[in-house]
C-alpha cells in the first residue's frame, strides 16, 4: 500500500509540474485568446500595459511588416518585446491571421536559435505578441550600421550563418508536421547583445502536410523569394533553402546581392571576379583558420542558390556540413574565383 501511495504522489506531483509549464490559455466566448506564461510565471497583462504606459509612442522601438514592436521592462527588472497590432490592422482579416499563424507555430517549437515567445494577447481590442528581447534588432539594421558592422567580424559572421541553417534544420527536418518559414531574410533574423542570431517573425510561416498540395500565394521579402514560385505556386522547404542563400552572400558581401543573384550563370560571376572581391570591404581579410570557414559558407551559398530546387542541399545536410569536419579543400581567398565555387559545389557533391 505505501508503495502505491508513494507512486500515485509522484504521478500528482509529475502532473502539476507539468501543468505549470504549460501555458495557461483561456478562451473567451467570442473565439478571443490571451495567455501570458513562462520565464517567472508572473508576466501580467497589466503590467505591460503599465510598463509600456498603454503602449504609448516612446516605448515603440520599431515597425515590422505588421504591428509596431514596444520595448517594456517589467516590474520584476525582465525586459520584453511587444508586437502589436494597430486596431485598424487588428481588423484587416490578412494581419489577424498572421498573429494567429505565428502563435500557433512559437507555441509549439523550441530551439535555441528560434525566437522566443513568452505569451500573447488575442483580443479584438488590443493584439500583442511577448517575445524576448534582442538588443542588437535585426540583422539587416546592424549590417548597415558602419560601427555595428565592424563588430560583426567575420567569425560572428559565420556562427550567425551556422545558427540561422541549424533552426532551419529544426524546422524543416524535426518538426512533424514540417515547417517552413516563407520570410527568411536579413530583416527576420535578429540578434541579442552577444550577436547571436536568432530567426524571428512567423507570421507567413505554413506547415507541409503531406497530403495537401501546400500551394500557396507568392509571399515574403522581395529579393529573398526563390525563382520557382513565380510559376508552380508551390511552397517547399527548398523555399527557405534560397532565402537562406541570399541572407548568406549578404552577410559576407555587407549588403544585398541585388543584381548579382540573377547574374549567377552569366559572364559577371566569370573567371575574373574573386570571393575576396565580394566581401565586405569595411573588414579586414579573415585570416586563415576563418578563411576556410568563408569559402565553406560561400560554396554552400552558391548551391543553395541554384535555380533548380531539387539541385540546392536541404538544410539538414548544410547543417551537417557545419557540424561536421567535411570542407571542400580551400585556397587562398584571393585565389578563388566566384566560378570556381560554383564548379566546387559539383565536385564537392560527388
Known sequence: ???????????????RMVKKTKPKLIETKDGNLFSI?????????????????????????GTGGYGSVYKAELPSGKV?????????????KTFDKSFHNEVKVLTEIRHRNIIKLHGFCLHKRCMFLVYEYMEMGSLFCVLRNDAEALELDWNKRVNIIKSTAHALSYMHHECIPAIVHRDISSNNILLNSKLEAFVSDFGLAKLLHPDSSNRTLVVGTYGYIAPELAYT??????????SFGVVVLEILMGRHPGDQLLNLSSSLWSQDLMLHEILDQR????????AKDIYLVATLAIACLSTEPNSRPTMKCV?????????????????VSLRHLRNQVHDWKE
Open 1 to 15: 500500500m505505501f508503495l502505491v501511495f508513494l507512486v500515485l504522489g509522484a504521478l500528482l506531483l509529475c502532473r
Open 319 to 335: 547543417s551537417k556540413d557545419f557540424l561536421s569536419c567535411k570542407k571542400p579543400k580551400a585556397k587562398l581567398l584571393h585565389s
Open 37 to 61: 506564461w513562462n520565464y517567472d510565471g508572473r508576466i501580467a497583462y497589466k503590467d505591460i500595459i503599465k510598463a509600456t504606459e498603454d503602449f504609448d509612442i516612446r516605448y515603440c522601438i
Open 233 to 242: 505556386m508551390v511552397i517547399t522547404e527548398q523555399c527557405d533553402v534560397y
Open 80 to 92: 520584453v518585446a511587444l508586437k502589436k497590432l494597430h486596431r485598424f490592422e487588428a481588423e484587416n
Open 283 to 290: 573588414l579586414p581579410l579573415p585570416n586563415h583558420q576563418v
